[in-house]
């Protein structure tokens, strides 16, 4: 009972719009992550009180998560093709519901970190089979449309979570930053169980490469910390450059060891299907793009003189036009519209964007309109490519996609707020505005390799059936 997949109700299975009971099951963890991602910042402060902890301790309950999430998001996707999707989303909201409820109850930072770890996990399971349950669920002519909820959900998840952070840890403290997610995951299980569908194609699994999560998990770890040291970790110079080697190292003896597996961890030959780098290059700085000015606008304005209150409202600008152009593109462009059409159209729509914030001065007006419309270029790109992705990948190996696509997103995230820190940190003291200009140039190559991605997809892919039950 515990192992396997239960069907869902036969009057839930026969409704000809089941698929979207299963897009909206999955938009809670989408929501969720998110949520998570945007809202722990806003305890650093009352962490460092609560358990007279440095700035540098109290770091590391964001990056124990992100860099236990990079690792393991295309190891589970693995495991979820061969044992069941369903069955690995649904015990992930178990796990992150439990080591949430433990994040608040922690009595000491290490503790906390601990069971961010826990949580990290629960995260994996559940965002390497979002994406492929939702374009396994929906029939293959509104994948598209499915995806954009999807990232709207998402989009919507990190608009929230600043506000609900700040409210929640000026009321009732920073525990219930952790606490909210409890309800919300019990109801998610409840509604995942009677409303995704079975995995119906699976990929066996006969064995599992073992030594192929620890080089891809040094690969990562080793990538992420680097970076952080060369955007202002304390750490000596060759420190930073043993990690960017160690990084270099263990990707490489992770091609070789995929190459040699007999049952290799990611087949590398899904990664030669025609739109699958270019989309996962895409993938990768469409989330830098994204998450970039979350860190940027949020300092320049507070330095400029501006309330938290007037920042706050004018960074939600970006979600909220990117959640706008996920749900509405649908309506709005013509269907004849290609997913590489819109691919490249958000990408431009982008590149326009951040030469403006490159040259404007910074002002809270045109941050907020700059900010809602590089929000509605990322919301046509990200729901077009992760289709163009999705798409390319067998349906038995849907899971191991979606692991591919959430671990360059968590990259590209990583990568964001990396670079923007980097540009505040090279920047003299006291000047916003080129340091400002100097980020919106990084993002701007960024937006650049967007635009060569969708260049590159193909322009047709095919479309794969669905396989919901």
């Keep these: 009972m515990l192992v396997r997949e239960r069907p869902r109700p036969e009057a839930i299975r026969n409704r000809s719009n089941a698929w979207w009971f299963a897009v909206a099951t999955v938009c809670f963890g989408a929501f969720m992550g998110q949520l998570d991602a945007s809202i722990v910042t806003l305890t650093y402060h009352s962490l460092r009180v609560q358990f007279d902890a440095p700035l540098a301790g109290v770091e590391w309950v964001s990056l124990a998560y992100l860099l236990t999430l990079v690792a393991l998001l295309v190891p589970v996707g693995r495991l979820a093709d061969a044992r069941g999707r369903k069955l690995f989303y649904l015990y992930g909201f178990v796990a992150f519901t439990a080591a949430s409820a433990a994040c608040g109850l922690a009595p000491s930072l290490g503790a906390l970190i601990a069971f961010r770890v826990v949580q990290a996990v629960g995260a994996a399971m559940l965002q390497a089979n979002s994406v492929a349950l939702v374009a396994t669920s929906a029939p293959p002519e509104r994948m598209r449309t499915a995806l954009g909820v999807q990232a709207a959900a998402q989009a919507l998840g990190l608009a929230l979570g600043p506000t609900v952070g700040a409210a929640l840890v000026a009321t009732v403290g920073w525990r219930w930053v952790f606490g909210i997610n409890v309800p919300i995951g019990v109801v998610a299980l409840v509604a995942g169980h009677f409303l995704l569908p079975r995995t119906r194609s699976r990929n066996p699994v006969p064995t599992f490469d073992w030594w192929g999560l620890v080089w891809l998990a040094t690969a990562t770890t080793s990538l992420l910390l680097g970076v952080s040291a060369a955007s202002g970790l304390p750490l000596p110079p060759w420190a930073t450059v043993g990690l960017f080697a160690a990084a270099a190292t263990a990707g490489l003896a992770f091609v070789l060891r995929q190459r040699r597996a007999q049952v290799p961890l990611l087949d590398l030959a899904l990664l030669r299907l025609p739109a699958v780098s270019p989309g996962l290059v895409g993938s990768l700085c469409g989330y830098l793009v994204?998450?970039?000015?979350?860190?940027?606008?949020?300092?320049?304005?507070?330095?400029?003189g501006c309330s938290e209150v007037l920042t706050g409202v004018v960074v939600s600008a970006l979600p909220a036009g990117f959640a706008l152009a996920a749900t509405g593109a649908e309506r709005i462009l013509p269907r004849a519209v290609t997913d590489r059409g819109r691919c490249l159209l958000g990408a431009v729509i982008a590149i326009g964007v951040l030469l403006c914030m490159a040259v404007v001065p910074v002002a809270p007006g045109w941050t907020a309109l700059l900010l809602a419309l590089l929000g509605v270029g990322l919301g046509l790109f990200t729901p077009a490519n992760n289709t163009l992705i999705m798409r390319a990948f067998p349906v038995a190996a849907s899971g191991t996609g979606g692991g591919l696509v959430n671990m360059t997103r968590s990259l590209g995230t990583a990568l964001g707020v990396a670079l923007?820190?980097?540009?505040?940190?090279?920047?003299?003291?006291?000047?916003?505005a080129p340091a400002a200009h100097s980020a919106a140039r990084m993002l701007l190559v960024a937006a650049g390799v967007m635009v060569l991605a969708a260049w590159l997809s193909p322009r047709r892919t095919a479309s794969k059936g669905s396989v919901a039950e």
């Design 420 to 432: 923007v820190t980097l540009a505040l940190h090279l920047a003299p003291a006291g000047s916003v």
């Design 290 to 304: 994204l998450f970039g000015p979350l860190v940027l606008v949020p300092i320049v304005l507070v330095r400029a």
